[in-house]
C-alpha cells in the first residue's frame, strides 16, 4: 500500500481485483475517451482490462499495479 495522505492510500492491484478494475474501466473510460474511437470504447478497455491482460502484465518484472 502507498499511503498519499490520511484519507487516501493506493493499494496493490491483485488477479482477485479484475472485476472491481473492469467495471471501473467501463464506468470511467466510455464518458472521458469515447472522441476516441468510433465505438463504444469497449474494443480498448477489452484488450487493456481482460482477465488474460491483467495476468500477462502482472507477471512482467517490476511492474507496480495500483
Same mark, same amino acid.
Given at each position: /500500500?502507498?499511503?498519499? %495522505? ?5 493499494? &496493490? ?9 473492469? %467495471?471501473? /474501466?467501463? #464506468?470511467?473510460?466510455?464518458? #472521458? ?7 463504444? =470504447?469497449?474494443?480498448?478497455?477489452? =484488450?487493456?482490462? =481482460?482477465? #488474460? ?6 507477471? #512482467? &518484472?517490476?511492474? &507496480?499495479?495500483?
Amino acid at each position: /500500500m502507498i499511503k498519499i %495522505s490520511e484519507h487516501l492510500s493506493l493499494q &496493490e492491484i491483485t488477479i482477485d481485483n479484475h472485476a472491481i478494475l473492469y %467495471s471501473l /474501466m467501463n #464506468e470511467i473510460y466510455p464518458p #472521458e475517451y469515447n472522441h476516441f474511437w468510433l465505438d463504444d =470504447s469497449s474494443w480498448y478497455i477489452n =484488450s487493456q482490462y =481482460s482477465i #488474460e491482460n491483467l495476468k500477462k502484465e502482472l507477471l #512482467e &518484472e517490476n511492474q &507496480e499495479y495500483h
